[in-house]
């Protein structure tokens, strides 16, 4: 392995890291050496795994912030250090803006922006006494810069995160940097839920431009080179990782150039 990609005794949180995307990330950290603490509300079935290491389970609502200090605890317990903290848990059931509740807009808002940026504070206190400093990844959305039909307050809130990013780099310079990954769609365990069947899966991972839909292992990838030291002159940044983009939808609607 490349020395720079190598995570060996370096220690990580990843914020709802026992599914979907955020395995993803957890796997690629342990394949590269690092020691991985993963949070959530629950357990999940299996502990993401790789090269023969498993990552540390500790229960966190991420939402409640004796809960957040209490994990950060864990960590230097378990590892003594916090070098990459990868604020990943989030979400947004579909919900119409007119019909949605003050609370629940407000839950979405506390879960996709408060809880990283108590997290953030939190790991930033470890950071700071620790001579290399350390890393801290957002990830944000696409609905961060596109509108956001069905799930307005998560896109409010994921535009909120990238902006917050900037603003801590800037603040916990030098020692920390922090960056944000405005990530597309991803196919998981629970594609099926947003887009439908196999075919449907397909049918929209072809409107990608590259092709095809992200892997969790994607984001993993990239959440790798941002902690690593082939990006240490990379802070306050947002970088999207969503295939190409989308395409505009009045290509599909003009007839200029049939």
Same mark, same amino acid.
């Given at each position: ?6 995570? %060996? ?64 605890? &864990?960590? @230097? ?29 407000? *839950?979405? $808002? ?34 961060? $810069? ?20 900037? %603003? ?6 030098? @020692? ?5 990954? $405005?990530?597309?769609? &991803? #196919? ?9 069947? #196999?075919?449907? $899966? ?5 409107? &990608? ?21 082939? %990006? *240490? ?26």
């Amino acid at each position: 392995m490349d020395k720079t990609l190598d995570f %060996s005794g370096k220690a990580v949180i990843v914020t709802g890291g026992g599914k979907g995307v955020g395995a993803g990330i957890t796997e690629t950290f342990l394949r590269a050496g690092a020691d991985v603490l993963i949070c959530g509300r629950s357990e999940p079935e299996k502990l993401p795994q790789a090269k023969g290491k498993a990552a540390v389970f500790t229960p966190c609502d991420v939402r409640e912030f004796d809960q957040i200090e209490a994990t950060i605890a &864990v960590a @230097k317990e378990r590892f003594g250090r916090l070098d990459v903290l990868v604020n990943n848990a989030g979400g947004a059931p579909f919900a119409k803006a007119a019909d949605a509740s003050p609370r629940f807009s407000e *839950s979405i $808002i506390r879960l996709n922006l408060i809880a990283p940026l108590n997290f953030s504070q939190v790991a930033n206190k470890v950071m700071q006494q620790q001579p290399e400093g350390g890393n801290i990844i957002n990830i944000a959305s696409v609905s961060t $810069i596109r509108p956001s039909p069905g799930t307005a307050a998560y896109g409010a809130a994921k535009a909120g995160l990238v902006n917050l990013g900037s %603003s801590l780099a800037v603040e916990w310079a030098p @020692k920390v940097r922090v960056n944000a990954l $405005i990530v597309g769609m &991803v #196919e998981t365990e629970q594609s099926y839920l947003h887009y439908g069947d #196999e075919a449907g $899966i397909a049918a929209i991972g072809a409107t &990608v431009p590259l092709g095809r839909m992200a892997l969790p292992a994607d984001v993993g990838n990239a959440c790798l080179f941002l902690a690593s030291p082939l %990006s *240490s002159y990379v802070s306050g940044t947002n970088f999207a990782l969503h295939g190409g983009g989308e395409k505009p939808a009045f290509l599909d609607a003009s007839n200029a150039n049939t």
